[in-house]
């Protein structure tokens, strides 16, 4: 592995670990809400967001599915390097990232039954990300909420199979916001 | 595996003989040791666990036997070069000094670092290893049959 | 009714602080340090290590230290310490056959290559308490022989070339891990090798004790038990290969058990195995008997009804850190679950009462 990619990871791991991971907890406690995340450096075309989610949520226990949009070299060498997490099919995985476009979602798993949370959290990688777009109900939204989601049908059919389902981070430069299985999306 | 054959060897042989040796002697060995080593942390030392894996009759299927406490670090020398540290036991300057080792053998310093350090852990690891083997020997059971019975 | 108690905290600060003065006992007694207890009670070390399922002589010393001795207690602190630790990943499974070993002895063949070597044994001591010891540690060094620069290679690969054993096929899955995925039935071989090796040493030493005096017999001769140290390697991605990433000694026992055969196939000894970290030879035994207990299924035999053979009794009831803690949890406070009981109670004996006065009086 070459120098560079073994850069760019967390400088101080448990605090900048810990400020992420209140992070991502807090926006898919508040679906919708935007949130700034910082200390991850990725190689393109990760963005910081995104390396920020990975660094704090992968490990060698997460199988990852890298979407073809960001299946590079050395995007492979840094996520081996800062979380060990190995590269599986879509079926497999417990997390993907991607461009909305490159991820196969009904490839993924949405848990069963007796383990709803045995399924997927998809990371999307979004151009941009804003408050306007898509309305949302639900858990952890006080009346409604607005965000730029890629295709409403998409989360209405994802609602549609709670308890079972799959959970998304939506990532942009070094922001992000969720959208859990629970939220009403119209 | 053939070292010939096998590029890696010989980094393979003092990354493992890092890991397995004390941490107090590789300090001791490191300090000692009069070589530059200015380098910037990738990965800050890190204490963790490994699980250990056998084989079901010893050489069947695997099973996860119990886990083992690692350390590891990562860093860079000023020229660049990449050193590694995956240390057994909890010592986080055991694994920075075998990550700045690793990175050090790769250059010109390699040559004192071998004489300095490896070459003398080395020496402590195998006197070790023969002692026991040793002692071992000594307890070695030699048979003799009784004779008995008609000829 | 439901009754809300708070209190007792200072009277848990100053249990907690006599905890502290008991563990140390008398101050005119020279303090245990931790690299006493590793070298000096080294089996201790290794039990927790192996019920602990962490390999780290240090850190089961202190626990050892911390819990007064207490073995169980310590295996509990060490559990708990595991949990905190991220994990690397997972090594390559690790090559007995490259032990060099302290020991390794044979039951079934005298003139084993690599020979019958007998290690620090107790065994052959007479079991008579040395006043010697109470009196002073200073002991001579051991003799020193002359190494055997060959390999100890299995006994069962001898057994296995000549096709007399049941052969044991590699597989190239990642095991199941019960640390992560709890326990499900039927388990695996691998989740019940892994449950047998962490598991209490008293209870699997039981069960494998009821398997010789007749509960699921399988009758079984101890065809090598070897320990000593072996590497550990593990594929470091960020470097493309594969490293020695330490050395762990290990206790490794395989069983030569009772044959079958049936009429299209010849008769073959099946096998147990045990392997435990550290110098743990009662349970690395206890383990390969068991293990050879709970496979009558796979290799078609009938199952008795033993306990040995109850892969659920076995694998449900081997934890001691599980045990303990459902088991001491019953000393805790459970005021109001009682109190609903002893409410139940007079009321029954009332009414028991009032009919037997109701039928003397008739």
């Given at each position: 592995?070459?120098?560079?990619?073994?850069?760019?990871?967390?400088?101080?791991?448990?605090?900048?670990?810990?400020?992420?991971?209140?992070?991502?907890?807090?926006?898919?406690?508040?679906?919708?809400?935007?949130?700034?995340?910082?200390?991850?450096?990725p190689?393109?075309?990760?963005?910081?967001?995104?390396?920020?989610?990975?660094?704090?949520?992968?490990?060698?226990?997460?199988?990852?599915?890298?979407?073809?949009?960001h299946?590079?070299?050395?995007?492979?060498?840094?996520?081996?390097?800062?979380?060990?997490?190995?590269?599986?099919?879509?079926?497999?995985?417990?997390?993907?990232?991607?461009?909305?476009?490159?991820?196969?979602?009904?490839?993924?798993?949405?848990?069963?039954?007796?383990?709803?949370?045995?399924s997927?959290?998809?990371?999307?990688?979004?151009?941009?990300?804003?408050?306007?777009?898509?309305?949302?109900?639900?858990?952890?939204?006080?009346?409604?909420?607005?965000?730029?989601?890629?295709?409403?049908q998409?989360?209405?059919?994802?609602?549609?199979?709670?308890?079972?389902?799959?959970?998304?981070?939506?990532?942009?430069?070094?922001?992000?916001?969720?959208?859990?299985?629970?939220?009403?999306?119209? | 595996?053939?070292?010939?054959?096998?590029?890696?060897?010989?980094?393979?042989?003092?990354?493992?003989?890092?890991?397995?040796?004390?941490?107090?002697?590789?300090?001791?060995?490191?300090?000692?040791?009069?070589?530059?080593?200015?380098?910037?942390?990738?990965?800050?030392?890190?204490?963790?666990?490994?699980?250990?894996?056998?084989?079901?009759?010893?050489?069947?299927?695997?099973f996860?036997?119990?886990?083992?406490?690692?350390?590891?670090?990562?860093?860079?020398?000023?020229?660049?070069?990449?050193?590694?540290?995956?240390?057994?036991?909890?010592?986080?300057?055991?694994?920075?000094?075998?990550?700045?080792?690793?990175?050090?053998?790769?250059?010109?310093?390699?040559?004192?670092?071998?004489?300095?350090l490896?070459?003398?852990?080395?020496?402590?690891?195998?006197?070790?290893?023969?002692?026991?083997?040793?002692?071992?020997?000594?307890?070695?059971?030699?048979?003799?049959?009784?004779?008995?019975?008609e000829? | 009714?439901?009754?809300?108690?708070?209190?007792?905290?200072?009277?848990?600060?100053?249990?907690?602080?006599?905890?502290?003065?008991?563990?140390?006992?008398?101050?005119a007694?020279?303090?245990?340090?931790?690299?006493?207890?590793?070298?000096?009670?080294?089996?201790?070390?290794?039990?927790?290590?192996?019920?602990?399922?962490l390999?780290?002589?240090?850190?089961?010393?202190?626990?050892?230290?911390?819990?007064?001795?207490?073995?169980?207690?310590?295996?509990?602190?060490?559990?708990?310490?595991r949990?905190?630790?991220p994990?690397f990943?997972?090594?390559?499974?690790?090559?007995?056959?490259?032990?060099?070993c302290?020991?390794?002895?044979?039951?079934?063949?005298?003139?084993?290559?690599?020979?019958?070597?007998?290690?620090?044994?107790?065994?052959?001591?007479?079991?008579?308490?040395d006043?010697?010891?109470?009196?002073?540690?200073?002991?001579?060094?051991?003799?020193?022989?002359?190494?055997?620069?060959?390999?100890?290679?299995?006994?069962?690969?001898?057994?296995?070339?000549?096709?007399?054993?049941?052969?044991?096929?590699?597989?190239?899955?990642?095991?199941?891990?019960?640390?992560?995925?709890?326990?499900?039935?039927?388990?695996?071989?691998?989740?019940?090798?892994?449950?047998?090796?962490?598991?209490?040493?008293?209870?699997?030493?039981?069960?494998?004790?009821?398997?010789?005096?007749?509960?699921?017999?399988?009758?079984?001769?101890?065809?090598?038990?070897?320990?000593?140290?072996?590497?550990?390697?593990?594929?470091?991605?960020?470097?493309?290969?594969?490293?020695?990433?330490?050395?762990?000694?290990?206790?490794?026992?395989?069983?030569?058990?009772?044959?079958?055969?049936?009429?299209?196939?010849?008769?073959?000894?099946?096998?147990?195995?045990?392997?435990?970290?550290?110098?743990?030879?009662?349970?690395?035994?206890?383990?390969?008997?068991?293990?050879?207990?709970?496979?009558?299924?796979?290799?078609?035999?009938?199952?008795?009804?033993?306990?040995?053979?109850?892969?659920?009794?076995?694998?449900?009831?081997?934890?001691?850190?599980?045990?303990?803690?459902?088991?001491?949890?019953?000393?805790?406070?459970?005021?109001?679950?009682?109190?609903?009981?002893?409410?139940?109670?007079?009321?029954?004996?009332?009414?028991?009462?009032?009919?037997?006065?109701?039928?003397?009086?008739?």
């Open positions: 592995m070459q120098a560079q990619v073994l850069e760019g990871g967390f400088a101080d791991v448990p605090v900048d670990a810990s400020h992420a991971f209140r992070a991502v907890m807090t926006a898919m406690a508040r679906p919708g809400e935007i949130f700034t995340i910082s200390g991850a450096q190689p393109a075309p990760l963005s910081p967001a995104s390396g920020a989610v990975l660094l704090t949520l992968c490990d060698p226990e997460t199988p990852l599915y890298l979407a073809a949009s299946d590079t070299p050395k995007v492979r060498d840094w996520i081996t390097f800062h979380t060990g997490a190995p590269f599986v099919a879509a079926q497999n995985a417990m997390f993907a990232i991607g461009a909305w476009d490159d991820l196969p979602l009904s490839d993924f798993a949405i848990g069963t039954p007796e383990y709803p949370d045995r997927a959290t998809l990371i999307v990688e979004r151009p941009t990300l804003s408050n306007t777009g898509a309305t949302l109900r639900g858990p952890g939204i006080k009346n409604q909420a607005q965000l730029s989601l890629p295709k409403v998409s989360f209405q059919d994802n609602a549609q199979l709670f308890p079972l389902g799959l959970d998304f981070i939506f990532t942009s430069g070094d922001r992000l916001a969720a959208l859990p299985r629970t939220t009403k999306v119209t | 595996m053939n070292i010939m054959s096998d590029p890696n060897a010989a980094r393979k042989g003092w990354l493992g003989l890092l890991a397995k040796s004390p941490a107090a002697d590789v300090a001791r060995l490191w300090a000692a040791l009069q070589v530059a080593s200015d380098h910037t942390i990738l990965r800050a030392p890190e204490i963790g666990s490994v699980m250990v894996r056998g084989r079901a009759g010893a050489v069947g299927a695997a996860n036997l119990g886990e083992m406490t690692v350390t590891r670090a990562s860093v860079k020398l000023a020229d660049g070069t990449v050193g590694h540290g995956y240390v057994q036991g909890r010592d986080k300057d055991h694994a920075l000094q075998a990550a700045c080792v690793d990175a050090l053998m790769q250059t010109d310093a390699a040559t004192s670092v071998n004489a300095g490896l070459m003398p852990l080395q020496t402590m690891a195998d006197k070790y290893k023969s002692d026991r083997a040793a002692k071992a020997a000594a307890t070695k059971v030699d048979f003799f049959t009784m004779v008995r019975g000829d | 009714m439901y009754v809300a108690v708070k209190g007792g905290e200072r009277a848990i600060d100053n249990a907690h602080a006599w905890l502290a003065e008991e563990r140390r006992g008398d101050k007694v020279p303090e245990l340090s931790v690299p006493q207890i590793r070298e000096q009670m080294a089996l201790a070390v290794n039990r927790v290590m192996a019920e602990g399922s390999y780290d002589p240090d850190l089961a010393a202190l626990a050892i230290k911390q819990a007064r001795g207490d073995l169980i207690e310590a295996i509990f602190l060490i559990r708990a310490y949990t905190t630790l994990r990943g997972g090594s390559n499974p690790i090559e007995t056959e490259t032990m060099t302290d020991r390794r002895v044979s039951a079934t063949f005298k003139d084993a290559p690599g020979g019958q070597v007998l290690g620090p044994t107790f065994d052959y001591t007479h079991r008579l308490l006043f010697k010891l109470a009196a002073d540690g200073d002991v001579d060094d051991a003799p020193l022989g002359t190494p055997h620069p060959d390999a100890t290679p299995h006994i069962m690969s001898f057994l296995d070339q000549e096709d007399l054993i049941q052969s044991e096929p590699q597989g190239a899955e990642t095991p199941a891990d019960l640390t992560r995925t709890p326990l499900e039935l039927p388990a695996s071989r691998a989740l019940r090798l892994q449950s047998l090796t962490r598991g209490d040493e008293g209870f699997i030493l039981g069960m494998a004790y009821s398997t010789q005096r007749g509960y699921a017999r399988n009758h079984a001769f101890v065809a090598e038990l070897r320990i000593g140290a072996v590497a550990v390697e593990m594929d470091i991605p960020e470097l493309g290969f594969a490293i020695e990433i330490g050395e762990i000694t290990v206790t490794e026992s395989e069983t030569v058990n009772q044959f079958q055969g049936s009429k299209t196939q010849p008769p073959q000894f099946t096998r147990g195995y045990g392997l435990v970290f550290g110098m743990t030879e009662r349970k690395a035994i206890s383990m390969a008997l068991v293990d050879r207990a709970l496979r009558w299924k796979e290799l078609g035999e009938d199952n008795v009804g033993a306990p040995a053979q109850d892969e659920e009794f076995v694998l449900y009831h081997s934890d001691n850190i599980q045990a303990t803690g459902f088991l001491e949890h019953i000393k805790l406070p459970h005021y109001v679950d009682f109190q609903s009981e002893l409410e139940l109670i007079r009321k029954l004996r009332r009414e028991a009462q009032e009919n037997i006065m109701q039928e003397a009086a008739e």
